[in-house]
């Protein structure tokens, strides 16, 4: 009983330790992933987007160059996926004036391009990731596909000329979200340069 209560007294003694002492590491890598993002983002169009959309990537994106590409990218997918979702729902709703439906219908083209080149724009990024920095033709690639989608989203986002009723108004606040962070990753994919990682 003694022995059991020794061994289990020590594995306790040592795991607490263990955890202590790992936490200063955690904090100061934190720190420093969250700095390098600070930094690129400053290097944005929305700054203040880039760092709450992609804080929740620092651990992945850690001080990376590509990675961190790599995340705005499939930010700015994410986004225009939500805003496509939305077009759909809106093409068949008999809410909305004729102005609206005119600019709903136009979008489902444009945002359905958007997120298919975003998607070959990830999909590149994943894929060739380690000679991504060196490999020209695959960066010109992603950039012209992505730059692609900031037309879509941009082509869509004008349909709406203001004085949009609420549902309207949502599809339009999301399109410009998407924008915005699609505008991101463009600046963020133009930092990478040889021997980046």
């Known amino acids: 009983m003694n022995v059991l209560k020794v061994s289990m007294n020590t594995i306790f ?17 934190h720190a420093t992933n969250s700095n390098f993002l600070d930094r690129m983002c400053a290097k944005t169009t929305y700054p203040q987007v880039c760092v709450s ?23 700015s997918l994410d986004s225009a996926q ?10 068949s709703d008999s809410g ?23 998607q070959k724009a990830l999909d590149t990024m994943v894929t060739t990731e380690e000679k991504l920095a ?3 033709m695959q960066m010109d690639n992603v950039k012209t ?11 869509c986002a004008l349909g709406f000329t203001g004085g949009e009723k609420a549902a309207a108004k949502v599809l339009k606040k999301k399109v410009n ?16 340069g040889p021997g980046s990682t």
């Not at 936490?23 to 100061?28: C, Q, S």
């Not at 939500?82 to 077009?87: E, G, H, K, N």
């Not at 596909?145 to 082509?155: C, F, G, P, Q, R």
């Open 145 to 155: 596909w992505v730059s692609a989608a900031l037309t879509d989203e941009n082509t």
């Open 53 to 75: 959309s992609l804080t929740p990537y620092t651990s992945t994106i850690q001080n990376s160059t590509v990675h961190l590409a790599r995340a705005s990218v499939s930010v």
């Open 96 to 118: 909305l004036s004729p102005s609206e439906a005119s600019a709903v219908r136009d979008c489902a083209p444009t945002m359905g391009d958007c997120v298919m080149v975003l």
């Open 134 to 136: 060196g490999d020209w």
């Open 177 to 192: 979200d998407a924008m915005q962070r699609t505008s991101n990753a463009l600046a963020l994919l133009a930092l990478i």
């Open 13 to 29: 003694t040592f795991l607490l330790t263990a955890v202590l002492c790992g936490k200063p590491e955690a904090a100061r890598l």
């Open 82 to 91: 939500s805003a496509m979702t939305l077009v759909t729902r809106l093409t």
